[in-house]
């Protein structure tokens, strides 16, 4: 919708709002301390993560999907590290917990499917995608300072990290300087990173209504 607003007559973005081109490149500006590392930071070395995540490929899944949505316990869930931190000498999996049980939208035979296709695929082909979040930053240049000028919806849930992450909450809030034709941003109570598999009837009657407004 950014670079081909002929193509695209509208958008909808869940989860993980437009972000505008910075002026640097992306991973200079994640966070590093002397005990962990963004996750992001934690994906840039082949091999690492695959060896961690493909380990065990249906208890990663297990574990990712109940981690990040809107029915892990908060209590007590809270990553020492830091939102979204990986511990050195750790993995992204380790400050995640274990589901003793699955949440409702959720069913073992999802995850069975999930499991079968990661241990077909490896985890290397969606790795890569941040892997190349500088080269994207570079091919990108001549659009800094664009905005997305189709109409556009938002929608997300308030227990998604993503939301959680620094300077989240007032990208969110100005988001319309970004996106002059935002239509509506909605986030949904109680709902996690999952935004579609966790509230699908509210994700359709959103979108459908945007649709028909267009």
């Known amino acids: 919708a ?16 437009f972000r505008p081109r910075g002026s640097v ?3 200079t500006m994640m966070p590093r301390t002397d005990d962990a590392i963004f996750y992001q930071l934690y994906f840039q070395d082949p091999g690492v993560a695959e060896a961690e995540l493909e380990r065990d490929v249906r208890d990663t899944m297990r574990t990712v999907a109940w981690a990040a949505s809107g029915d892990r316990p908060r209590e007590g869930a809270t990553n020492p590290a830091g939102i979204g931190m990986v511990p ?5 999996l380790s400050a995640m917990g274990k589901p003793e049980t699955l949440p409702p939208w959720l069913t073992e035979a999802d995850i069975d499917f999930y499991a079968g296709e990661f241990a077909r695929t490896g985890f290397r082909g969606g790795l890569n995608w941040y892997r190349n979040i500088d080269r994207n930053w570079e091919l990108l240049a001549p659009y800094a300072g664009s905005v997305v000028t189709v109409p556009a919806l938002y929608v997300a849930g308030d227990r998604d990290l993503v939301l959680a992450f620094r300077g989240m909450d007032q990208l969110i809030a100005n988001l319309a300087k970004f996106v002059p034709q935002l239509r509506r941003t909605l986030i949904l109570p109680g709902c996690g990173h999952w935004t579609q598999q966790e509230r699908p009837d509210d994700i359709n009657s959103a979108m459908l209504e945007f649709l028909k407004g267009l």
């Open 88 to 92: 050195k000498g750790g993995g992204f």
């Open 2 to 17: 950014l670079l081909r607003p002929d193509r695209f007559r509208a958008v909808i973005g869940l989860s993980v709002p």
């Open 25 to 27: 490149r992306p991973t």
